[in-house]
């Protein structure tokens, strides 16, 4: 029995289910094998708020009108919750909490049976608070279930025809601001803000990680590896400080090594180049 097989004999057990949906892969998979086993017994269910990256609200409509499955989006708070803007190790915790907080009224005003979420094999062995608000909150992973790792994942997106087959992972804002530097609805703003500029240059993968320094903010940005060249054309570099700069970031730093998934720690200023001072 292959990993798809499996994920729907699971499913065909749920016998109804609420889908955690972000538009990103993993759950874009889930929610695509739930629609074609349980139809109207299964939906998706998306929080949003302040944190979503530009754009992704946009691709999470598209992805569930392809697969044809019914959308329930509510607003999310987390930012008023203090231990989420604390970043002390633990926002996922607390971003998952008012997730599931959402989730799990939603289900029981459905009737549905569970609440599920994206969960894949490969994340158990990574440091995910999120993972204990959904124990907490009687969430289940059916890909984890079905042994799904993210390579089959990605296989099974291809399977469904999913348009988001192949888009990279996009984390929420909140994942930009090193652990100890206080996540704020105007810090969010300014690196969505910053983000979408450079990406209008033209790079594809842009991240920019934020350390409160005290009297200053830092910020490094991170672009993909296969882009780094294009820092070397004409007025590009100069234009991803000025990005920067725009946004009131007293430091920027542009990563040599590319983007890195999770990497937040962030040099001290002292150790910057002078041409990456952005005031």
Do not use: I
């Given at each position: 029995m292959t990993e798809l097989q499996r994920l729907h004999a699971i499913l065909a057990e749920m016998d109804s289910v609420l889908v955690a949906y972000s538009g990103g892969v993993d759950s874009s998979v889930l929610l695509a094998a739930a629609t074609e086993v349980l139809g109207d017994r299964a939906a998706a269910f998306t929080a949003e708020s302040?944190?979503?990256?530009?754009?992704?609200?946009?691709?999470?409509?598209v992805v569930a009108a392809h697969i044809g499955a019914r959308r329930i989006v509510a607003a999310s708070h987390e930012l008023d919750r203090p231990g989420y803007r604390a970043n002390q190790g633990?926002?996922?915790?607390?971003?998952?909490?008012e997730l599931f907080d959402l989730a799990v009224a939603q289900r029981a005003q459905l009737g549905f049976r569970w609440v599920a979420d994206g969960t894949i094999v490969d994340d158990l062995g990574e440091h995910r608070p999120g993972l204990r608000a959904a124990l907490q909150h009687h969430v289940r992973h059916p890909l984890v279930e079905a042994g799904f790792?993210?390579?089959?994942?990605?296989?099974?997106?291809?399977?469904?025809?999913?348009?988001?087959?192949?888009?990279?992972?996009?984390?929420?804002?909140?994942?930009?601001?090193?652990?100890?530097?206080?996540?704020?609805?105007?810090?969010v703003r300014r690196v969505a803000a910053a983000e979408a500029s450079i990406t209008g240059l033209g790079f594809t993968v842009v991240r920019l990680r934020v350390i409160?320094?005290?009297?200053?903010?830092?910020?490094?940005?991170?672009?993909?590896?296969?882009?780094?060249?294009?820092?070397?054309?004409?007025?590009?570099?100069?234009a991803v400080l000025a990005a920067c700069r725009q946004e009131g970031f007293a430091w920027t730093h542009i990563d040599p090594r590319g983007y890195r998934r999770g990497n937040v720690a962030l040099p001290s200023p002292h150790s910057l180049p002078a041409t990456a001072r952005s005031a």
């Open positions: 302040a944190t979503l990256a530009p754009g992704e609200a946009a691709v999470a409509d633990d926002r996922c915790f607390h971003c998952k909490s790792t993210k390579a089959q994942t990605r296989e099974a997106a291809r399977l469904y025809g999913l348009p988001n087959a192949e888009k990279p992972s996009m984390p929420c804002l909140g994942s930009r601001f090193a652990a100890g530097t206080e996540v704020r609805a105007e810090r409160d320094l005290g009297s200053a903010e830092t910020a490094r940005v991170e672009l993909g590896s296969d882009e780094l060249h294009r820092l070397d054309e004409p007025g590009v570099r100069e």
